[in-house]
């Protein structure tokens, strides 16, 4: 089993930043890969960050070039996304998500939810102006 705990959410000013953490616990030597979703009231779960752990890999969907970056820290299990210039389309509850080696979804692109194996609680992320 794998724990994920994700911290750094909170209000933030229109234009702010914001970085937001995730650590892993558990059985953490079989991570294939960790991303980051957010779910906005109304709308569907969407990936705006993924990274696969070994390589560095990294995605990031056209919408959120250039303001979201997703960087890993192997020695402490921890992913982390930094959000620059924040708008109030960001609001969201946020999510981070881990796709072990060997999962019997290892096709499925690493922007689909149904890739990934494990997720945190999610954090609140609300912008104002």
């Known amino acids: 089993q794998v724990q994920l705990v994700e911290s750094g959410g909170g209000l933030v000013q229109t234009g702010g930043s914001l970085r937001l953490s995730c650590a892993a616990s558990?059985?953490?030597?079989?991570?294939?890969?960790m991303g980051w979703f957010r779910q906005a009231p109304g709308k569907e779960r969407e990936c705006i960050a993924a990274?696969?752990?070994?390589?560095?890999?990294?995605y990031h969907p056209d919408s959120v070039k250039g303001r979201f970056t997703i960087s890993r820290d192997k020695a402490k299990n921890t992913v982390y996304l930094q959000i620059l210039n924040l708008k109030a389309e960001d609001t969201a509850v946020y999510y981070c998500?881990?796709?072990?080696?060997?999962?019997?979804?290892?096709?499925?692109?690493?922007?689909?939810?149904?890739?990934?194996?494990?997720w945190g609680q999610g954090t609140q992320v609300t912008v104002s102006s």
């Open positions: 998500a881990l796709a072990i080696l060997g999962s019997s979804s290892f096709l499925r692109p690493l922007s689909s939810a149904s890739r990934y194996d494990y």
């Open positions: 558990g059985r953490t030597f079989s991570t294939y890969a």
């Open positions: 990274v696969t752990w070994n390589a560095g890999n990294t």
